[in-house]
């Protein structure tokens, strides 16, 4: 059962642009994360926004949560061209702590 | 230093010949959990340990079997591999005793390939 989709699937950009990545999810959750991946290597948490959380910041990343509308943001400024990998949004939904639900990501280029 | 470890990190055997893959964490997390991850399918779950002796099944737990002995070790079984069990496996851990609440960290992945 998936639960975060994430959009685009792709996205190409060069160094110094911002990027922005968008998840929405299915059912109501306790809270919503965002995970980097590189290339076959495991997956690294990046940030944790709770369900009562409009906005949070982390160096160079902005996630917004708008639950009405059931989605998230990652935005990344600046970006690096070490920032190239793919990023997965990831729910625990309302009762059900069990496991974090992850969408199918999105691959971020970054050219120098 | 803090981490989740796998192996083997690559392995390529035949349909039918049982393996085992391990998982070792050293932050003395009560959670664990195992992953597949396929291309447009992105992780799904398949087993997941709330505690020593406490596991239960995820999303796609058929063909596979796990153990919780010891808090810091869960190892994978797959007792008659087949192909459609080629996939990237992740093992990962929490510190939340109140199951994946909190923040997840991944191994660095076992790439199975079933011939």
């Known amino acids: 059962s998936q639960q975060g989709e994430e959009d685009p699937q792709a996205l190409s950009i060069q160094e110094g642009e911002n990027a922005t990545m968008n998840c929405s999810y299915k059912t109501s959750i306790n809270n919503l994360q965002w995970y980097r991946q590189n290339s076959g290597r495991g997956l690294v948490h990046l940030i944790l926004?709770?369900?009562?959380?409009r906005e949070k910041h982390s160096g160079r990343l902005r996630v917004t949560l708008d639950t009405s509308k059931k989605s998230s943001s990652l935005l990344i400024t600046a970006s690096r061209a070490a920032d190239t990998a793919s990023y997965f949004c990831a729910t625990e939904g309302v009762g059900n702590t069990d496991k974090l639900i992850f969408g199918t990501g999105t691959r971020l280029q970054v050219f120098p | 230093e803090a981490q989740v470890t796998q192996n083997p990190r690559y392995l390529i055997t035949v349909t039918g010949k049982k393996l085992t893959v391990t998982c070792s964490q050293n932050?003395?997390?009560?959670?664990m959990s195992w992953y597949r991850q396929d291309p447009g399918l992105g992780l799904r779950q398949i087993y997941y340990s709330m505690n020593v002796e406490v596991t239960d099944k995820g999303d796609v737990p058929e063909g596979y079997k796990v153990s919780r002995k010891e808090k810091r070790n869960f190892p994978l079984i797959l007792e008659s591999p087949s192909p459609n069990q080629t996939s990237l496996y992740f093992c990962a851990s929490s510190f939340s005793s109140e199951g994946a609440a909190g923040e997840l960290f991944f191994g660095e992945g076992s790439r199975l390939t079933v011939l």
């Open positions: 926004i709770r369900s009562n959380e």
């Open positions: 932050m003395n997390h009560e959670y």
